[in-house]
């Protein structure tokens, strides 16, 4: 059987840290056992145009590997080619790259390593939150700069006790962000989600849930994006919605690149009406060069906590997914249940319920 893995090239670190598991040279860590089996493993990081390795090899793979931090978009006509193809892993959490429709047409199964990096992400949302409430960016690039002018930075720094942050979705990550942002005091913790919290859990962050979107953005100091990208999320943070958000609010976005859109942020930044943004998501990974993100600023000059897609692959998280991806192809050659929480789609039906209201 060929099974095909595209990851992301990781250089001179992935020789020299062998626990970036999640990149081509250290390939998930499965070469052996794969191949002990007789089964043919191609790795690569090529994955854009018909003359990609993954154009190339797809169309005889039964088993496709991707990652969300380079992502291989598996689209519906991509997935028409893919005559051999039974089971898509994401090694990680999100599998918006493929297209999950054509997967249930064609009966491919898709699973994820559900939770594997959940604590990762909301470990570094609050961190994003942080450092835009607090201006930690410009202050940093001023020290390096040479300068020291303490009140260009104290202009737009804030305490985050007191302010209302607000999470649209409250899934695992979500919820995760409620129960550490907790301690710091805030005013109220707000979510939106068409899945309303179970009592006892809503309670235990002391979160309210607000039913209409426009409502719920216009009552938050922060932003924070936590749902997955389906057709009921792409471009859901647009310009429209941005009007409804308080002038001066932050929004930072973990999640995926295109449930914002990039013109609308860049615009709100420029003309105040936001804060500041961060996030590692991009609409296209890798983000061209000359992305408006990479530098789009506030009025101030500030503004901007981006980064590359890693907050979900810190060495911790990279264990936790190659094991994950590593059951979810055992359970697969042995015919063995996958466990319940993996399964985006099924033979034939989606089993999630987060992926959109169907
Ligand atoms: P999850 O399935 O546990 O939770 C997702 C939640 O979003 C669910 O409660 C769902 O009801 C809700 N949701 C779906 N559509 C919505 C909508 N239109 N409006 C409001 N809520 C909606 O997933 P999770 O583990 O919390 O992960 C969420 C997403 O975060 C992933 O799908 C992925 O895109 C992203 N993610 C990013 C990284 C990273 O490295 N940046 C890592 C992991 C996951």
């Not at 595209?6 to 840290?17: C, N, Q, R, V, W």
């Not at 999470?167 to 899945?195: H, N, S």
């Not at 962050?205 to 209409?212: C, K, M, P």
């Not at 810190?314 to 466990?339: C, F, M, V, W």
């Amino acid at each position: 059987m060929k099974i095909l893995a595209i990851l992301y090239k990781g250089g001179d670190s992935a020789t020299s840290e062998p626990r970036l598991l999640g990149t081509v040279e250290n390939q998930l860590g499965i070469r052996e056992w794969l191949e002990s089996q007789g089964h043919e493993y191609v790795v690569t990081d090529s994955k854009e145009g018909p003359d990609s390795d993954f154009q190339k090899h797809i169309v005889d793979s039964e088993i496709l590997i991707t990652t969300p931090f380079h992502p291989g978009y598996l689209t519906a006509d991509l997935v028409e080619k893919a005559k051999k193809l039974k089971l898509c892993v994401t090694a990680g959490v999100g599998s918006d790259h493929i297209d999950l429709n054509a997967a249930v047409k064609h009966s491919i199964q898709v699973l994820e390593v559900s939770g594997s990096n959940v604590v990762s992400v909301a470990e570094h949302v609050v961190m994003s939150i942080l450092l835009l409430v607090r201006n930690f960016v410009p202050a940093h690039e001023m020290i390096e700069r040479g300068d020291w002018m303490v009140s260009d930075i104290a202009r737009n720094a804030f305490d985050l006790e007191g302010k209302i942050v607000g999470t649209i979705g409250a899934g695992r990550i979500g919820y995760r962000v409620l129960q550490r942002l907790l301690p710091f005091d805030c005013k109220e913790l707000l979510y939106y989600d068409y899945a309303p919290l179970p009592e006892a859990a809503g309670k235990a962050v002391n979160a309210r849930r607000v039913e209409d979107l426009k409502d719920f953005v216009s009552q938050c100091d922060v932003v924070t994006v936590n749902c997955p990208l389906h057709e009921g999320t792409m471009g859901l943070v647009n310009a429209d919605l941005l009007k409804h958000f308080k002038k001066g609010a932050w929004l930072v976005n973990t999640a995926r690149g295109a449930i914002c859109d990039k013109d609308a942020v860049a615009a709100a930044l420029a003309s105040g009406h936001l804060n500041g943004y961060s996030g590692d998501v991009w609409n296209v990974q890798p983000a061209p060069k000359d992305h408006v993100l990479r530098t789009a600023k506030n009025v101030l000059g500030g503004g901007n906590g981006m980064v590359p897609h890693y907050s979900g692959t810190t060495l911790d998280a990279q264990a936790r997914y190659a094991s994950g991806t590593k059951s979810i192809i055992e359970n697969y050659l042995s015919d063995k249940p996958q466990e319940a929480q993996n399964i985006i789609v099924g033979v034939g039906k989606f089993e999630t319920k987060a992926y959109g209201q169907r």
